[in-house]
């Protein structure tokens, strides 16, 4: 496509529960990003790969989180276990291997 | 601390006003340095991309300056209308690719009319 898509908009969940986010980055971009912007705007790099290969999980937290990007699927963001604290917009965003970054509209997680 | 620092937080101006953001980074090395508008909502969306060699871009009534020997950068908005109304983000980054990009706080600007 030519726009990055994230889905869900809105995910609600309560406290312990799974949550997945997913991400179709723009045809022909091989690098995907994720983000998690909490409040003030502050961005946190969380993970990036390299078409299916992680690239750098140096922002990833050690347990909860995990990411995949798999051939012919949506790349996606998994949180076992949610915590008060995940509650966050989490933007995934795609380029080729350099110049301009292009961010998808992000998708809100409410963790109750 | 962040390194890349960005004032003011937030600001208000009257439509058709202009106005300056400012953005100091003490990331080094430096590769590029970005300016994004982020609408409420919605993801950043690029504004400006400069390297270290480029000292002024412009992107219709956006124009950002940047000063690499003191490591400062400014977003300039021109006859501002409501629809500039958004966070402005100062993004820099150490390496020539998308990795590793350090990300300012963001101002968020307000119009009025």
């Known amino acids: 496509g030519e726009e990055v898509a994230q889905t869900p908009k809105h995910l609600v969940r309560g406290e312990g529960q799974k949550a997945k986010l997913y991400c179709a980055p723009i045809k022909g971009h091989s690098y995907v990003f994720w983000y998690q912007q909490v409040l003030k705007n502050e961005f946190k790099f969380l993970i990036s790969?390299?078409?299916?290969?992680?690239?750098?999980e140096t922002g990833m937290p050690k347990e909860r989180f995990s990411a995949k990007c798999l051939p012919n699927s949506p790349c996606s963001l998994e949180i076992q276990a949610t915590k008060l604290e995940d509650s966050a917009v989490y933007f995934c965003?795609?380029?080729?291997?350099?110049?301009?970054?292009?961010f998808g509209e992000g998708s809100r997680l409410t963790v109750l | 601390k962040n390194q890349v620092e960005q004032s003011p937080q937030s600001l208000i101006i009257l439509e058709g006003k202009n106005c300056t953001l400012q953005c100091n980074y003490t990331v080094s090395p430096f590769s590029n340095l970005r300016w994004y508008k982020q609408d409420t909502g919605r993801g950043p969306v690029s504004l400006t991309i400069?390297?270290?060699?480029?000292n002024t871009k412009s992107n219709g009534r956006y124009t950002a300056t940047l000063d690499a020997d003191t490591k400062q950068s400014s977003l300039h908005i021109t006859a501002s209308q409501l629809s500039d109304s958004a966070s402005y983000i100062c993004?820099?980054?150490?390496?020539?690719?998308?990795?590793?990009?350090?990300f300012g706080a963001g101002t968020r600007l307000t119009v009025k009319p």
């Open positions: 400069m390297t270290f060699s480029e």
């Open positions: 790969f390299q078409n299916e290969n992680v690239f750098d």
């Open positions: 965003a795609s380029s080729q291997s350099v110049g301009e970054l292009f």
């Open positions: 993004v820099v980054s150490p390496s020539y690719n998308n990795n590793d990009m350090r």
